[in-house]
């Protein structure tokens, strides 16, 4: 009792308030964690990415949010993952397979449906369903994904970026780009490779 009465009498301790780089080393470590265990290959996606793209903030911002998207299109694949019912699950495995096949050649949700046989408001709400996106959201998140993996990774130019994602010039694809990222494909890509300078260097 004396021993209980006095271990109620200490004061609780609390961790100190972690600093702004600790909760940036703690969120990336998580973050990689998550992406190993949705998918191993996804892990080796970031490995691959991480040399470059997250020499900045800006740059690890970016890469977060968007391999983000891709890990709850992993997880709505895996046995308890987000729910869906039986049928749309199987609707939006199919389509999810064609856009990973397809995806460099269309974009538009009605070429998928025709294919699969499903009207496009079918695939839009199987899609919701599983990862809570529209069918049109979710081929332009691989699209994006794919623009961003090979202008950070790579040292083709914007114009054969454009070329293997099937756009038509790269005027077009700079438009697309810029949309959904609120920076063109050459904004992007400085700021993935931009070397922050040592604390002191002019």
């Given at each position: 009792?004396?021993?209980?009465?006095?271990?109620?009498?200490?004061?609780?301790?609390?961790?100190?308030?972690?600093?702004?780089?600790?909760k940036a080393g703690l969120?990336?470590?998580?973050?990689?964690?998550?992406?190993?265990?949705?998918?191993?290959?996804?892990?080796?996606?970031?490995?691959?990415?991480?040399?470059?793209?997250?020499?900045?903030?800006?740059?690890?911002?970016?890469?977060?949010?968007?391999?983000?998207?891709?890990?709850?299109?992993?997880?709505?694949?895996?046995?308890?993952?987000?729910?869906?019912?039986?049928?749309?699950?199987?609707?939006?495995?199919?389509?999810?397979?064609?856009?990973?096949?397809?995806?460099?050649?269309?974009?538009?949700?009605?070429?998928?449906?025709?294919?699969?046989?499903?009207?496009?408001?079918?695939?839009?709400?199987?899609?919701?369903?599983?990862?809570?996106?529209?069918?049109?959201?979710?081929?332009?998140?691989?699209?994006?994904?794919?623009?961003?993996?090979?202008?950070?990774?790579?040292?083709?130019?914007?114009?054969?970026?454009?070329?293997?994602?099937g756009f038509s010039s790269?005027?077009?694809?700079?438009?697309?780009?810029?949309?959904?990222?609120?920076?063109?494909?050459?904004?992007?890509?400085?700021?993935?490779?931009?070397?922050?300078?040592?604390?002191?260097?002019?």
């Amino acid at each position: 009792m004396a021993h209980s009465a006095h271990c109620r009498s200490l004061p609780r301790w609390r961790a100190p308030p972690a600093t702004g780089a600790e909760k940036a080393g703690l969120k990336e470590a998580v973050s990689k964690d998550l992406f190993r265990v949705a998918d191993g290959k996804l892990a080796e996606h970031w490995d691959a990415l991480t040399p470059q793209i997250t020499k900045t903030v800006s740059g690890r911002i970016a890469v977060l949010r968007h391999l983000l998207s891709v890990l709850v299109l992993r997880l709505a694949d895996q046995p308890g993952g987000l729910p869906s019912t039986t049928e749309d699950s199987d609707t939006f495995r199919r389509f999810r397979e064609a856009v990973e096949r397809g995806f460099t050649k269309t974009r538009e949700v009605a070429d998928y449906a025709r294919d699969l046989g499903y009207s496009p408001r079918t695939l839009t709400r199987a899609t919701a369903s599983a990862v809570g996106t529209s069918a049109k959201g979710f081929i332009d998140e691989r699209v994006m994904l794919e623009a961003k993996r090979r202008l950070a990774h790579s040292d083709e130019p914007a114009v054969r970026v454009a070329a293997h994602l099937g756009f038509s010039s790269a005027t077009n694809f700079s438009k697309y780009f810029q949309s959904r990222a609120g920076q063109s494909p050459i904004q992007f890509r400085n700021a993935a490779r931009q070397v922050p300078r040592p604390q002191g260097e002019p």
